[in-house]
């Protein structure tokens, strides 16, 4: 008897092919389509692209002639990921949505309804691999990036747990992009051509300054400028980890009021736009935000040592292992390859597992690290682990 799996029908190409691929692999399949947002007064022009989704993944699965239904997971994902996040926008942290959704979402309330249809796995459109092996009778699974580099996705299951990944499969994993839309168009699907989403993960056409806009209340603030040879930068660099991973402390008499903001919530450390300050040689980038004073520490030039930082610190509660036969005893320190944010390419960097938690100490400084972010280490291609960075 074949093996039935829940693929998540996005309405997108990539989950359009990974459900063709089972089919041809032999699986019993049933495609879901996941509702997460039903607000439609944040949608731009009028449009509500859930449905339009909901209606391209129910062409798609007419066409492959596999069972459809649409399971409404608005509730729990408010609760889960839209009040988190807005939560840690105002705390002055920059949560990343897609990963809370693959952990609390797709692998949790959506694997659990998929098992109570019967499945014995479920299925994903996103670009990264799994294998397996056995160790003394255990089964252990790994995560891979996937063969496209630039479409790799396996960031975005950075908090996946053993569990998860036994029950998870990525069909399209082994692929690159234009091969999936080759797939697509030859099979004359809806969705061969349709252009990736660009919004929220949960919003779809919505971009997130225009959505925090909506759920946070505006606030006024001033916007002040740090020099690029600031006495801060001037300091000699310490061997202490705790040091090294540290923020700079800015202070408004540290720098020049340059102009207003409507909310140091609505910013985050790297950020360009929105600023609307003239007058300047080089364009303005965020540096740090203090939400308590509702001040934005701003540095000219995307070279401004404010911007770069050699090391974060993931506290004890935040560290996620996949492989957790891999995870770094107390006084323990290995070299890995990590990234900060999806698409980053992989950074050489020494891991330091202390008593509070991970120091990770970059070979090359980086830029724009930003609280509330996950770093997520790799180990060649196998995604081994993960952390809120502090």
């Known amino acids: 008897m074949s093996k039935r799996v829940v693929i998540g029908l996005s309405g997108g190409v990539d989950s359009s092919v990974a459900a063709h691929l089972l089919i041809e692999q032999g699986y019993d399949v049933i495609a879901v389509f996941m509702r997460n947002w039903n607000d439609e007064s944040v949608i731009i022009d009028n449009e509500c692209p859930w449905i339009e989704d909901a209606n391209d993944a129910r062409l798609v699965a007419d066409k492959l002639g596999i069972p459809f239904q649409v399971l409404d997971l608005s509730e729990v994902y408010k609760q889960r ?64 990036s996937g063969k496209d580099q630039n479409k790799d996705q396996s960031y975005f299951l950075c908090q996946l747990n053993q569990d998860q990944l036994s029950k998870a499969l990525f069909p399209i994993g082994h692929l690159e992009k234009k091969e999936v839309r080759k797939i697509a168009t030859d099979l004359d699907l809806v969705t061969a051509e349709k252009k990736d989403s660009q919004g929220l993960c949960f919003i779809g056409k919505v971009k997130l300054p225009i959505f925090l806009q909506q759920q946070l209340a505006p606030k006024k603030g001033r916007i002040v400028e740090i020099p690029f040879d600031s006495a801060l930068y001037q300091k000699e660099k310490s061997t202490e980890l705790s040091e090294i991973s540290n923020t700079f402390h800015y202070q408004s008499q540290n720098g020049e009021v340059v102009g207003e903001h409507d909310g140091a919530h609505f910013f985050t450390i790297g950020q360009r736009k929105g600023l609307a300050v003239g007058g300047k040689k080089e364009p303005l980038f965020v540096l740090q935000t203090d939400i308590g004073e509702n001040i934005i520490y701003v540095g000219e030039g995307k070279g401004h040592p404010g911007l770069y930082r050699k090391g974060l610190f993931v506290e004890e509660s935040e560290l996620h292992w996949i492989r957790t036969d891999c995870a770094l005893t107390i006084g323990e320190s290995k070299e890995y390859h990590c990234r900060i944010r999806y698409r980053q390419k992989l950074e050489k960097a020494i891991l330091h597992r202390k008593k509070e938690g991970l120091y990770i100490i970059f070979e090359n400084d980086q830029r724009g690290i930003a609280k509330g972010q996950f770093a997520a280490w790799y180990n060649g291609e196998e995604l081994l682990g993960s952390g809120v960075i502090s």
Do not use: W
Not at 97 to 106: A, F
């Open 81 to 144: 990921i839209v009040d988190y996040m807005f939560s840690e926008y105002e705390n002055g942290r920059t949560p990343n949505p897609d990963v809370l959704c693959n952990r609390e979402i797709k692998y949790d309330i959506f694997l659990k309804e998929a098992l109570k249809l019967g499945a014995d796995l479920i299925a994903t459109g996103h670009y990264c691999r799994k294998e397996k092996f056995e160790r003394e009778g255990e089964t252990i699974y790994q995560l891979l």
